[in-house]
């Protein structure tokens, strides 16, 4: 199975909004409501901030939000704030009841 | 809060064997560690990530799950006593080099640990 599709990298003025795509197919990210986002700054361990499509994990602020449009989830990040900066993956459960995770996006606070 | 702590990674030659271990905190916050299905998800140096594979609690009678790149080479096993999960890695490659990572879930990955560096070379 092949990663999920992202962008390489995205970038957006603090508080702007920037949107983040995650192409997959039927398989995956449109066949099941299991669609996660993570960021991961240098250096430290990924953070979960969306699961299940579009829920916040406690903590997370709600600028973060999540959809999805057939076979592609989106996060959405409002209110852009430097420390937004980071990497971003996606990840979906499969048909193969396995996990997925996307290339990941370089998000870049100008 | 929950806390993941994995060791045991380090240098290793292809074709050889390395164990991880991930011990997790218990009885923290409500959280009984052999409830979780606990995962491993991989990094290699400046790139993505990977997710490795999986192993649910023992209701479902310890079901687990790999990776089509790891499928027949690691092997994970858990200690509920010791609230400690593994990762056996058998025939290493150099394309298994990277920083491993222990997580809960399995569709939705938290919390994770600090991850440990695995290098496999010659």
């Known amino acids: 199975q092949s990663a999920l599709t992202q962008p390489a990298s995205v970038s957006g003025s603090p508080g702007q909004s920037v949107t983040i795509s995650c192409t997959g197919t039927?398989?995956?990210?449109?066949?099941?409501?299991?669609v996660s986002w993570y960021q991961q700054h240098p250096g430290e361990a990924p953070k979960l901030m969306i699961y299940?499509?579009?829920d916040r994990p406690s903590g997370v602020p709600d600028r973060f939000s999540g959809s999805r449009s057939g076979n592609t989830a989106s996060l959405t990040i409002s209110g852009l704030q430097a420390e937004d900066e980071a990497d971003y993956y996606c990840?979906?459960?499969?048909?193969?009841?396995?996990?997925?995770f996307g290339g990941g996006t370089k998000l870049t606070v100008l | 809060e929950v806390q993941l702590v994995e060791s045991g990674g380090g240098l290793v030659q292809p074709g050889r064997s390395l164990r991880l271990s991930c011990t997790a905190s218990?009885?923290?916050?409500?959280?009984?560690?052999?409830?979780?299905?606990l995962s491993w998800v991989r990094q290699a140096p400046g790139k993505g990530l990977e997710w490795v594979g999986f192993?649910?609690?023992?209701?479902?009678?310890?079901?687990?799950g790999y990776a089509a790149s790891v499928k027949g080479r690691f092997t994970i096993s858990r200690d509920d006593s010791k609230s400690i999960v593994y990762l056996q890695m058998n025939s290493l490659k150099t394309e298994d080099t990277g920083v491993y990572y222990c997580?809960?879930?399995?569709?939705?990955?938290?919390?994770w640990g600090q991850g440990t560096l695995v290098t496999v070379s010659s």
């Open positions: 997580t809960r879930g399995l569709t939705a990955l938290d919390p």
């Open positions: 218990r009885f923290i916050s409500g959280f009984t560690f052999d409830d979780y299905t």
């Open positions: 192993l649910r609690y023992e209701a479902y009678s310890e079901t687990a």
């Open positions: 039927t398989s995956d990210v449109g066949g099941y409501n299991y």
């Open positions: 299940e499509v579009t």
């Open positions: 990840s979906s459960y499969t048909i193969s009841s396995n996990v997925l």
